[in-house]
């Protein structure tokens, strides 16, 4: 619906030649209406986040072997160190509920695939994938030899 300036409205009406008791009546009704209600407040601004990838190695064997993870967020002025924590915090509150008393999160991926996310938020936390992810590993170089580049559309030998 298309919004009208109340001193428009109040040209309109002047040219129809209406009371002036009964027009400025209409126009003090107006400007209050287009006054905004004192009990609406402002929503805080958005808390700024960075993505955390919470690595699960029960066994301590990162390097050797494959392993999954989690990617979550926290907000950006606050340690990754301090993730873990909100995990155990927001696991802690699920299991105190009435549906985590019969279904209690035992472990960390239990807790970032069933824990609802209302428990997160109120530990600062997001959870972006439930279900675990693989990771690759990768020593950060681009190799110099047999290097493969893209041929008509293809994976092709570099000649």
């Not at 160190?81 to 105190?96: D, G, K, P, Q």
């Not at 209690?104 to 279900?131: H, I, M, Q, R, S």
Request: charge should be negative; hydrophobic fraction near 40%; charged fraction near 35%.
């Amino acid at each position: 619906m298309p919004k009208i300036d109340v001193n428009k409205v109040a040209e309109i009406l002047k040219k129809n030649q209406l009371d002036p008791a009964l027009l400025r009546r209409v126009i003090e009704e107006m400007n209050l209406a287009a006054q905004p209600d004192p009990g609406e407040e402002e929503k805080p601004p958005a808390v700024k986040k960075q993505f955390v990838v919470l690595a699960s190695d029960p066994k301590g064997i990162l390097p050797e072997e494959d392993f999954v993870a989690w990617v979550l967020q926290i907000p950006e002025d606050k340690s990754v160190a301090s993730t873990l924590e909100r995990v155990h915090r927001a696991a802690y509150e699920f299991n105190a509920s009435k549906k985590g008393r019969m279904l209690p999160a035992k472990t960390v991926g239990d807790t970032l695939e069933n824990v609802p996310a209302k428990f997160f938020k109120e530990a600062e936390c997001w959870v972006k994938t439930k279900t675990p992810v693989l990771v690759v590993r990768t020593d950060n170089e681009i190799p110099k030899d047999n290097l493969k580049v893209v041929k008509g559309g293809r994976l092709d030998d570099e000649e």
